[in-house]
């Protein structure tokens, strides 16, 4: 059973648009949110992260939302770049099950379009 | 050298062979990680070392086992595996195990078994 969901594998957004990036999860006792990305031939990177007690984070072009009551994050990119072009990862911990625990979603591939 | 460093980049391997996966960090963490990638699933957590103590062993089989000799370089020695095991490796390290979840990640070992 997938704690940690992203619905899309797959994403296609024109260069200067915005990209939205969907991630649902299931266990309530999750209180720290992370996105990673990954090009193709390396390892994820940390992206952006949000803790339970916020509804926002930004930095720079990358926002990241958490609606806790529909346990729904997104990530927003604006404008967007073709060097955005990657796989991105959300993830989720919990401070009660050790915050290295993290449980990943199976990624969504944005493709930028120049 | 910078970050976190795996090899082999790639290996392929038959069901009765040894080898091992190595994983160097020059980040001076204390806590270091084994995930397995599979295609279309999440990243699974395998293994988790603090201090060079294991503290995390994710229901692996024990056809992997991994070895943590010091804080800086963790190996997945590997022994009769199945191909269902061919996946990404990812090795990543943190600077500690109670931190907020941000990983360092390597590139990744591409392990095939045939």
């Known amino acids: 059973d997938q704690q940690v969901k992203q619905n899309s594998p797959s994403l296609s957004v024109q260069e200067g648009r915005i990209s939205i990036l969907n991630c649902d999860y299931t266990?309530?006792?999750?209180?720290?949110f992370l996105w990673y990305k990954k090009y193709p031939a390396e390892g994820p990177t940390f992206l952006i992260s949000i803790s339970s007690i916020k509804d926002k984070n930004e930095d720079g072009r990358f926002t990241v939302f958490l609606n806790k009551s529909a346990k729904h994050l997104s990530l927003h990119i604006v404008p967007s770049q073709p060097g955005d072009s990657a796989v991105y990862f959300c993830a989720a911990s919990a401070a009660s099950f050790g915050n290295e625990k993290l449980t990943f979603g199976t990624g969504t591939r944005l493709t930028i379009i120049p | 050298e910078t970050g976190v460093t795996q090899t082999p980049r790639h290996l392929v391997m038959g069901m009765t062979n040894k080898k091992s996966l190595k994983c160097e960090q020059h980040?001076?963490?204390?806590?270091m990680y084994w995930y397995k990638q599979s295609a279309k699933k999440p990243l699974e957590l395998m293994f988790v070392?603090?201090?060079?103590?294991?503290?995390e062993n994710n229901s692996v089989p024990s056809r992997f086992s991994p070895e943590c000799p010091n804080s800086s370089h963790l190996f997945l020695h590997l022994h009769t595996l199945q191909p269902e095991d061919s996946a990404l490796y990812l090795c990543?390290?943190?600077?500690?195990?109670?931190?907020?979840?941000?990983?360092?990640f390597g590139e990744g070992s591409r392990l095939t078994v045939l």
């Open positions: 980040l001076g963490h204390n806590a």
């Open positions: 070392y603090s201090l060079e103590e294991r503290v």
């Open positions: 990543a390290s943190s600077p500690g195990t109670y931190n907020t979840g941000e990983l360092f």
């Open positions: 266990n309530s006792m999750f209180d720290y």
